[in-house]
């Protein structure tokens, strides 16, 4: 099975800096196969990027995935405050799949 | 288009639940689903999945042979069987619509607390 690695674990911006959150697979992946969510306190996760690089519907443009092989990142570009919040990758290895254990972005 | 939880509850271990998703705006039998979890304070785990045409249900490790997912066409609905319940099953359940490889719709989940 595929482990999914998230660094930081805590991540501590203020509203306007740029967010770069990393997750490391425990062997290469396709790229189609890795998608990122968001999710705030007492919500259900939400969709943000898949196929590594896609934006999913209404996601806003200030948010980016890019990688490929074991290295993933979602890059938020100018953090707005409703963007605080924890960020998960999830890979698909038919058929299984898998989270990491989150990055959480939070209010310097 | 939306996804709404029910069913979930205090239960005591060893025992049984069921939950339902119901889906409105779309029909259950063109999407394949998925059930995730989330323990509390924890992070998401995928729980089980079911294919658009039923061929194939497929399980977590930690709930193969308790746990069975079905549906309802008729009432476009997903279901979550649990059996032999153990406190580590503790979670926030969430039912999802699958895109292949990624869950592009989630419900708001429902609380299932193990416990005696």
């Known amino acids: 099975e595929i482990v999914l690695t998230q660094s930081p674990g805590t991540l501590s911006l203020s509203p306007g800096e740029r967010a770069s959150l990393s997750c490391r697979t425990s062997?290469?992946?396709?790229?189609?196969?890795l998608a990122w969510y968001q999710q705030k306190p007492g919500q259900a996760p939400r969709l943000l990027i898949y196929?590594?690089?896609n934006r999913a519907t209404d996601i806003p443009d200030r948010f980016s995935g890019s990688g490929s092989g074991t290295d993933f990142t979602l890059t938020i570009s100018r953090l707005e405050p409703e963007d605080f919040a924890v960020y998960y990758c999830?890979?698909?290895?038919?058929?299984?799949?898998?989270f990491g254990q989150g990055t959480n972005v939070e209010i310097k | 288009e939306q996804l709404v939880e029910s069913g979930g509850g205090v239960v005591q271990p060893g025992r049984s639940l069921r939950l339902s998703c119901a889906a409105s705006?779309?029909?259950?039998?063109?999407?394949?689903f998925h059930w995730v979890r989330q323990a509390p304070g924890k992070g998401l785990e995928w729980v089980a999945a079911?294919?658009?045409?039923?061929?194939?249900?497929f399980y977590a490790e930690s709930v193969e042979g308790r746990f069975a997912i079905s549906r309802d066409i008729s009432k476009n609905t997903l279901y979550l069987q649990m059996n032999s319940l153990t406190s580590e099953d503790t979670a926030i359940y969430y039912c999802?619509?699958?895109?292949?490889?990624?869950?592009?719709?989630w419900g708001q989940g429902t609380l299932v607390t193990v416990s005696s």
């Open positions: 999802a619509r699958g895109r292949g490889s990624y869950f592009d719709l």
């Open positions: 705006g779309f029909v259950v039998n063109a999407f394949p």
């Open positions: 079911l294919s658009y045409d039923v061929s194939n249900p």
């Open positions: 062997q290469s992946v396709g790229s189609s196969y």
């Open positions: 196929g590594a690089s």
């Open positions: 999830q890979h698909y290895g038919g058929p299984s799949w898998t």
